[in-house]
């Protein structure tokens, strides 16, 4: 597993193939090749895209910043997936920095032998990310105005 280090050993870790917050561009194919296997028939991705609007007020510039335990905590999110969900193997990215409108802010990816097994540990992936990991969110407004907002 890419990223911090495991604090605690889990049946999940060999299926938590990468799991981090990075400063670079990040891509739901770069998290997809990682999980396909050719034991899995489904691979179910997931891009978290800045937008142009949120609030009803345009958006022109945004920046994630990250706890020093994001790191951590998004392995920890991942292998707990992993963990209630033996069959699926699980990569996930979270961006921090600087980004503009269209730039891919997370990226996830998880493989299943079968879709419906795929389809629900994504969606309890990407959730869990946003309830859990500490990273907080500037935007700057066409207003002239700005806000912090948590992604807890």
Same mark, same amino acid.
């Not at 489904?42 to 609007?53: E, K, L, N, P, W």
């Not at 994001?70 to 992993?82: L, Q, S």
């Given at each position: 597993?890419?990223?911090?280090?495991?604090?605690?050993?889990?049946?999940?870790? $060999?299926?938590? *193939? @990468?799991?981090?917050?990075?400063?670079? /561009?990040?891509?739901?194919?770069?998290?997809?090749?990682?999980?396909?296997?050719?034991?899995?028939?489904?691979?179910?991705?997931?891009?978290?895209?800045?937008?142009?609007?949120?609030?009803?007020?345009? *958006?022109?510039? @945004?920046?994630?910043?990250?706890?020093?335990?994001?790191?951590? *905590?998004?392995?920890?999110?991942?292998?707990?997936?992993?963990?209630? +969900?033996?069959?699926?193997?699980?990569?996930? @990215?979270?961006?921090?920095?600087?980004?503009?409108?269209?730039?891919?802010? @997370?990226?996830?990816?998880?493989?299943?032998? +079968?879709?419906?097994?795929?389809?629900?540990?994504?969606?309890?992936?990407? $959730?869990? *990310?946003?309830?859990?990991?500490?990273?907080?969110?500037?935007?700057?407004?066409? $207003?002239? /105005?700005?806000?912090?907002?948590?992604?807890?």
């Amino acid at each position: 597993m890419t990223g911090a280090a495991a604090t605690g050993s889990s049946v999940a870790d $060999d299926r938590v *193939v @990468l799991a981090d917050v990075v400063d670079r /561009s990040i891509t739901a194919d770069e998290v997809s090749a990682v999980v396909a296997t050719d034991q899995d028939g489904a691979v179910v991705t997931f891009a978290g895209v800045v937008r142009d609007h949120d609030g009803g007020k345009g *958006v022109t510039a @945004l920046e994630y910043e990250r706890h020093p335990s994001a790191d951590e *905590v998004i392995a920890e999110v991942a292998r707990t997936i992993a963990d209630a +969900h033996p069959e699926v193997r699980i990569a996930v @990215l979270h961006r921090v920095g600087a980004l503009r409108v269209g730039d891919v802010a @997370l990226a996830a990816a998880v493989s299943s032998p +079968h879709r419906a097994e795929a389809f629900t540990a994504c969606g309890a992936l990407v $959730d869990l *990310v946003k309830e859990r990991v500490p990273i907080w969110k500037h935007q700057r407004f066409t $207003d002239g /105005s700005d806000e912090w907002v948590a992604a807890l």
